[in-house]
Nanobody, 124 residues
């Protein structure tokens, strides 16, 4: 069994900052990539940022709408991914979901797992 648990969401004023965390636990052999998605009311879920690991190097990718404002990082030893969100805008309001692409054992193929989501609301 694999669990992804997000934390750090909340209410913040425009221009403020929040830091989301997502910890993966359970039967995990290796995590190949972790990502943050978000879904605003009435909209489709969209990719926010990804971090892919090769040996000790982490490669990151961001949606254009968050470049320069959000930073994704990963602590491999803790199986945890973070999303530092600065200069938040009302358009960033959404439920943020953590996603991990991982192998549960050396012999099983990789699969994607989702967290339960955490609400981020940007409002004055």
């Amino acid at each position: 069994q694999v669990q992804l648990v997000e934390s750090g969401g909340g209410l913040v004023q425009p221009g403020g900052s929040l830091r989301l965390s997502c910890a993966a636990s359970g039967n995990i052999f290796v995590i190949l990539a972790m990502a943050w998605y978000r879904q605003a009311p009435g909209k489709q879920r969209e990719l926010v940022a990804t971090v892919t690991s090769a040996d000790t190097t982490h490669y990151t990718h961001y949606a254009d709408s968050v470049k320069g404002r959000f930073t994704i990082s990963r602590d491999s030893a803790k199986n945890t991914v973070y999303l530092q969100m600065n200069s938040l805008e009302p358009e960033d309001t959404a439920v943020y979901y953590c996603n991990a692409n991982l192998q549960r054992t050396e012999m099983t193929p990789s699969a994607y797992y989702w967290g339960q989501g955490t609400q981020v609301t940007v409002s004055a």
